[in-house]
């Protein structure tokens, strides 16, 4: 299945020093004729490329705010994180009612939407069938990583839909005698963008468009600062606004034993301890792309650190979870579709021929220094190696066999000239 990525590389920004494919988790990454080049077989849209390019070469591309234009009645569903934005002078009523200000005619919190979905994780991890530990499914990025890295983890992941869409579902059963009705997810992150491109668990999903905190932050602050009338709209308690920062789901599920990890290159290491049967005793594993959660989102404005201060700091005050009838029995909460393996290591289609590349990349492998510098344009010697193999580059891209190599050629030829026939003088 092709993948409509939201991460994107605007080549006139980027100047080839190899910092994004260091720390890709999926050596999604190139670097060739000084410029980056994104495998998009590979890429998981986590973001991490865009938080570590010092160029700002690495864009996300959500939708726009001209958008609301293409729509008779608008609803915003905002990410939590939204509220972590703006210090304690504004209150959550105040940021939804800013949303309102801003042309959106009404608003639902996906925060409630999480107290919905933590209940039935709840569910989900009292069933005794389930595999030890179940991963969560709330970070599309997370999800992805599994497919491309660890595919035998699939069946562990918790087949629960996110947040984001139940809150879009419940807008929509809500409103559904409107028919030119448009849904605005505001998310921190771009791989939530590629989840409604592209969907996990579904065939399509039920938000409209997806518009990014950076790009709504400025107009918003205007719209509260202008505006002193501040209507009551906030319905989610802590429970669920708690979902922004790590710990904030399994606060929210309470199992057991857990882990939750954040940040994409530990949550691989955490999956790779999952993979080897290391975690077996623990029942539930929250793992969240972006550094401190969704607070630490490529497409927020705030310090996550600080975001993660003000979002604790206005869960103090929001009452105790109280569920409320938001016909339910009408909102698709578990996944329909089965996820598949990403098929990207594959070398060859053919077993056999499989095993003599694989063994020709052992070969390949053992002539590299072994020092993973990047100064390839590849992440690893091992990535090398695989690229030389899949046809995509030669050995002498390593600057350290090539530097070997001119050293022999060059030995070579001065002993030649030494062995010049005598007819011919050697000066």
Not at 276 to 283: H, K, S
Not at 286 to 293: S, T
Not at 381 to 399: M, P, Q, S, W
Request: glycine share 4%; with cysteine.
């Amino acid at each position: 299945m092709e993948i409509s990525h939201s991460v994107a590389l605007n080549k006139d920004l980027c100047k080839g020093c190899t910092n994004c494919i260091t720390y890709c988790p999926t050596e999604a990454i190139r670097v060739s004729k000084g410029k980056a080049r994104i495998i998009t077989d590979r890429c998981i849209d986590c973001g991490e490329c865009i938080r570590r390019c010092p160029h700002h070469a690495k864009i996300a591309l959500p939708d726009s705010m001209r958008d609301l234009e293409k729509f008779q009645f608008k609803v915003a569903i905002p990410a939590p994180t939204l509220y972590g934005q703006f210090d304690k002078r504004f209150s959550i009523d105040r940021i939804l009612t800013g949303l309102k200000h801003l042309g959106f005619d009404e608003v639902f919190e996906v925060a409630k939407a999480a107290e919905y979905v933590s209940d039935r994780i709840i569910q989900e991890l009292a069933k005794p069938d389930k595999p030890k530990p179940l991963i969560s499914s709330s970070c599309p990025a997370c999800v992805r990583l599994v497919q491309v890295k660890y595919p035998e983890l699939l069946d562990n992941i918790i087949r629960v839909e996110s947040p984001m869409e139940i809150a879009a579902q419940i807008v929509r059963e809500k409103y559904k005698d409107i028919k030119d009705l448009g849904i605005f997810f505001i998310s921190p992150c771009p791989a939530k963008i590629t989840s409604v491109k592209a969907p996990l668990g579904h065939d399509s999903s039920t938000v409209d468009r997806v518009l990014s905190i950076k790009d709504i932050y400025l107009p918003l602050l205007e719209a509260m600062s202008s505006n002193t009338e501040i209507e009551h709209l906030a319905s989610a308690s802590g429970r669920g606004v708690s979902w922004a920062v790590r710990d904030g789901e399994t606060e929210a599920v309470k199992p057991i034993s857990y882990v939750a990890v954040d940040g994409i290159n530990n949550v691989s290491k955490v999956l790779e301890k999952i993979a080897d049967g290391r975690l077996d005793e623990i029942d539930y594993v929250e793992v969240m792309a972006c550094p401190g959660g969704c607070v630490g989102g490529a497409l927020t404005v705030e310090n996550p650190y600080i975001c993660k201060s003000i979002v604790t700091a206005k869960i103090l005050d929001l009452p105790e979870s109280v569920i409320e009838p938001d016909n339910l029995e009408k909102i698709r909460l578990d996944w329909d579709t089965k996820i598949e393996p990403r098929q990207i290591m594959k070398l060859s289609d053919d077993f056999g021929e499989a095993i003599e590349k694989i063994q020709k990349m052992q070969m390949i492998q053992q002539q590299l220094p072994g020092l993973d510098c990047s100064a390839c344009g590849a992440p690893t010697c091992k990535a090398l190696a695989e690229d030389i193999v899949r046809g995509k580059a030669e050995i002498t891209y390593c600057v350290f066999v090539l530097r070997e190599r001119i050293r022999k050629l060059t030995n070579s030829m001065m002993e030649l000239q030494e062995k010049m026939p005598p007819p011919i003088d050697n000066n």
